[in-house]
């Protein structure tokens, strides 16, 4: 059984960076086929779809978020993480990693962690 | 990016009743378009992928048809624990986005 879990700081200032782990058990990240993805949600709002890493290291971030993300594997831990860079009130959200099945099937979720950036 | 709308925004209901819910697209997306459910304070869990096939342990009550730019999600005879948001997500082009949800309640 594939699961996810995410781990990092629920609090962090304005300005500075946000960083997210996800690790994955039940499933390699080094397999082909998968893509691993990260999504947040905004205190009663919607999902936006932050990016995906591939096995091969390949990665597509959404472009409403500019420069400021990064997704990195480390296939050593089975874990991906996110970064993102200057983070402001806006970013306060609950934060999703999932695997797309093949790429945007997201058919496994973590449970999710909320961050809030306040000062 | 490829726009993704939903109707209704929310929709009360009673237990056993028929549930439709509608999903359009900015542009084509083919059949790239899956369905989500989201209880309060749960993480999405996928129902439906490519429009209309069922999620591996989703009860058949649930039903996606569509393609193109116009979707549709049904729940035959609606119980409790269905009771959730609903979403839409197409991945036909990048970035991937959803819709904004529907909302279910109780009457």
């Known amino acids: 059984q594939v699961q996810l879990q995410e781990s990092g700081p629920g609090l962090v200032k304005p300005s500075q960076t946000l960083s997210l782990t996800c690790t994955v058990s039940g499933a390699s990240v080094s397999t082909g086929g998968n893509a691993w993805s990260w999504i947040r949600q905004p205190p009663g709002k919607g999902l936006e779809w932050i990016g995906y890493i591939y096995y091969s290291g390949h990665t597509y971030q959404n472009p409403s978020l500019k420069s400021r993300v990064t997704i990195s594997l480390d296939t050593s831990k089975n874990q991906f993480s996110l970064k993102m860079r200057s983070v402001t009130a806006a970013d306060t959200a609950v934060y999703y990693c999932?695997?797309?099945?093949?790429?945007?099937?997201?058919?496994?979720w973590g449970k999710g962690t909320t961050v809030s950036v306040s000062s | 990016d490829i726009q993704m709308t939903q109707s209704p925004s929310s929709l009360s209901t009673s237990i056993g009743d028929r549930v439709a819910i509608t999903c359009q697209a900015s542009?084509?997306?083919?059949?790239?378009l899956n369905w989500y459910q989201q209880r309060p304070g749960q993480a999405p869990k996928l129902l439906i992928y490519?429009?209309?096939n069922l999620q591996t342990g989703v009860p058949s009550r649930f039903r996606g048809s569509g393609s193109g730019t116009n979707f549709s999600f049904t729940i035959n005879s609606l119980q409790p624990e269905d009771i959730a948001t609903y979403f839409c997500q197409q991945y036909n082009a990048l970035p991937f986005t959803f819709g904004p949800g529907t909302k279910l309640d109780i009457k």
């Open positions: 999932a695997r797309g099945y093949g790429s945007g099937r997201m058919d496994v």
């Open positions: 542009q084509d997306i083919r059949n790239y």
């Open positions: 490519d429009a209309s």
